[in-house]
């Protein structure tokens, strides 16, 4: 196996765990790899920390994200993508350890089944050391009962995270992660991945141990801002795959988009609005679409639409 492989890792402020973690990626028992870290401003002694390790090892490579580039990690990602050079690309975060043949593993799947990507597991854990470690329990790889495809990932009857998958390069360059999201960037991501290619294959192994946090592990959000994020992404995407996707996969987005926008009070752009009423006619009728305007309107005015919501949800079935 001669392939470059493309480790990118955004990072910012972990100077005191990111050592961890290039630690993992230099015991790996494929050594054809080059690990791109972008630094996304961080103001501890990553830039320092970083050094050591370029002068260590030649494969490690440290750069910041462009001024012109948003802050955040999906930036972050996309420049890193640009500077690399490597045939198979794996996104990786900088809290996170590599098992010490994930890279080889995959790179073994790819060969053999001539997939487009194979997807791993991952397990959290508290402490590296520790014996203490936990399922995943917000990841559903449900690959036994659902088949890999664009579909099943969409209505995430199956998903997986973002440093899962080791990927071609060629289908990464046709895509990118949204600067624009803050959360919920690997749905969108893989929503496109998925679009492009179903080729992938499930490797039911654990080969990312990912860092629990306290914030992690607390409820950031309440119910509103969950609901109210959901809309934004789910529209996000789905504007993002329109012409290319299935009427059965824009159906699912719309009832999902429809279920939750009826809860918050957002207001969309007119080329948006116009979108979701005309496909909500569409796919389920005109009594969906006169309950939704009707809920709409009394989310509005009163802040309560219960009764309405509820019938709504139930057309759209």
Known sequence: M?????????????????????DSILVQTYANWECIVVDDGSTDNTMEFMKLYCEKDTRFKYYHRPKDRPKGANACRNYGFELSNGDYINFFDSDDLMVFNKIELKLKVLYETKVDYVISKTIDFNHPNSNE??????????????????????????????????????????????????????????????????????????????????????????????????VELRVITLLEIYDKTSNEVKRWFIANIIKNITRVNIILKPKEELLLITDLYNFFGVKSLMYYMFSRLLKYIFGRNESVRLRLKSSLK
């Open 133 to 230: 470690v936990f399922s995943s329990t917000s990841t559903n790889y449900n690959f036994k009962t659902y088949p890999l495809n664009h579909y099943n990932y969409v209505c995430q009857s199956l998903n997986w995270l973002t440093p899962d998958a080791l990927i071609s390069s060629k289908f990464v360059r046709q895509i990118r992660f949204n600067e624009k999201l803050f959360r919920g960037q690997e749905y969108n991501f893989y929503t496109k991945l998925t679009l492009l290619s179903e080729k992938g294959y499930f490797l039911n192994k654990f080969l990312t141990k990912r860092r629990l946090h306290d914030v992690s592990i607390k409820n950031q959000f309440t119910q509103y801002e969950v609901d109210r994020y959901t």
């Open 2 to 22: 001669k392939s470059l492989v493309s480790i990118i890792i955004p990072t910012y402020n972990r100077a005191h765990v990111i050592g961890e973690t290039l």
